[in-house]
Structures are given as C-alpha cells and as structure tokens.
C-alpha cells in the first residue's frame, strides 16, 4: 500500500493507523457520505468525510473516488495566477481558536500543494536543507475564509490582511498578507484517502465542533494585491450545501 507522507515517518504511519482504526468505528459516530460524481476528476470527488479522535490528536479524513493527492497544479513560474490546489474541512470553529483575532470568518483546516511558492518558512518538507523550496510538496494550513464578490459572485476567498494594520495572528503564521497559519502538522495520502493529524491542545482540547469537507482551487491574485487568494474553482463539497453537518467521533 503505497503512502505519500510527511518527513515525520512515525508520526505519518500513526495517520495510517488511525484512519484504519476510524474504518472499523464508523457505524458508532457522525461522519458525512457524499455520493460519487463522475463529472468531477476523481482525485477530488468526495465519498466520505470525518473526524475521529485519536488519543490527544484529531485525525481529519477525507476519502475520494480516485487517487488523492495525485493532481498537482501545473507550474505557472511566478507567485501571481498561480494556483493552489486543496482538500479542506471546514469548521464551526471560532477563528481565535487557533490564534488569530475572534469572529473573522470560517475557520478552516487544509491540506494543500502549489509548486510556484512556499509558505511554510519554519519546515523543511522534503529534507534538502533548504526551507523555501517545499511549496510543491502537500503540507498543512489554518486558514480564515470570508465572501468577496470580487473572487466572483458568491466566492470566497483567504481573508486579507489590510495593509498598515496589525491583526493577531498565530505563532506559525507565514508572515502573508492574509489570515493563514502553517503549522507543519502531519499528514498522509494512502490512496484514495487525504488525512491531517491535529493535537487537541491546538484546537483548545475542542471536540464539540461541527465540519464540512471541500475540495477546491485557490487562485493568486495576477496583480498579487487583495484579494490575494480567492477560491475560483469548487470540485466538490461533502454536505452539497457547506451545513457544516459533520460532528467529531
């Protein structure tokens, strides 16, 4: 069975384990099916989401009908209209949770890959020695997302930051003018199946939280000015409608 992981091997082979633990325990907890759809490219058409407790970790799971984290965007050779393409979940979880300032939007886990930037300054995903380099490697994001009809009506985009103001921002923030945090959490791609591993004590040992699951495309601003990140393309969303129905097993 073949895992695309983390650096962290042992702590990415505990993923695994968690997620076939979380198999056997579907019957006794809430999880969100979503029925298969051949219009949408397997690798991000959604069948299945939860999130299970794993001892002092969440463990986030999505499964698709294809092979996660097998479609990669293609490289553009600059920061602006570069795209990023991501498995996210959703939350009713207040955005001061994590770190930044309260009530800015939705609260939002991502695993995501875009091989034009890195914003993951404090790790070294793939163990060259060079911390800036990762951007085409999947890693894990916090991000805050709010409406602009400027990404297209009805969109939404990563909150911005407006220049000359200094909102809180988590200890891992990656110092980009939006509302995102890069906590080097661990994650694995087993096949049709996308999963982030997240210690309680970062969520306030939270458990009593409600979740969607999303696959989309988060494009760059061409102009790299707000709005920086707008999602322009939705593959699939688990709930159909963002209910946010999922409760944590």
Not at 33 to 56: E, H, Q, Y
Not at 75 to 82: A, D, E, H, I, R
Not at 97 to 126: I, N, R, S
Not at 216 to 229: R, T, Y
């Amino acid at each position: 069975m073949k895992i695309q992981k983390s650096s962290n091997t042992f702590l990415a082979a505990a993923c695994a384990l968690a997620l076939t633990a979380s198999t056997a325990a579907l019957a006794g907890g809430s999880h969100i099916d979503s029925p298969a759809d051949p219009a949408i490219n397997a690798d991000f058409d959604i069948l299945k989401a939860r999130v299970i407790t794993d001892g002092s970790h969440l463990v986030f799971h999505q499964k698709v009908s294809g092979t996660a984290g097998q479609t990669v965007p293609a490289k553009v050779g600059q920061l602006g209209g570069s795209e990023i393409y991501t498995y996210v979940w959703p939350t009713s979880l207040d955005s001061s949770t994590v770190g930044f300032a309260a009530d800015k939007g939705v609260l939002a886990l991502a695993l995501t890959v875009h091989p034009d930037f890195d914003d993951t300054p404090l790790y070294d995903e793939d163990g060259d020695g060079d911390k800036k380099n990762d951007g085409d490697k999947w890693h894990s994001h916090w991000v805050v997302l709010t409406p602009d009809n400027n990404c297209g009506k009805g969109a939404l985009k990563i909150r911005d930051i407006p220049e000359g103001t200094s909102p809180k921002m988590p200890d891992t923030w990656p110092e980009l003018p939006i509302y995102i945090d890069s906590p080097g959490y661990d994650w694995a791609l087993n096949n049709g199946e996308a999963l982030i591993r997240v210690p309680l004590k970062d969520v306030g040992l939270s458990k009593n939280f409600k979740f969607d699951a999303v696959t989309s495309v988060i494009k760059i601003n061409e102009n790299v000015h707000a709005p920086l990140a707008c999602i322009s393309n939705v593959w699939d969303i688990a709930s159909a409608d963002l209910s946010l129905p999922g409760n944590v097993q």
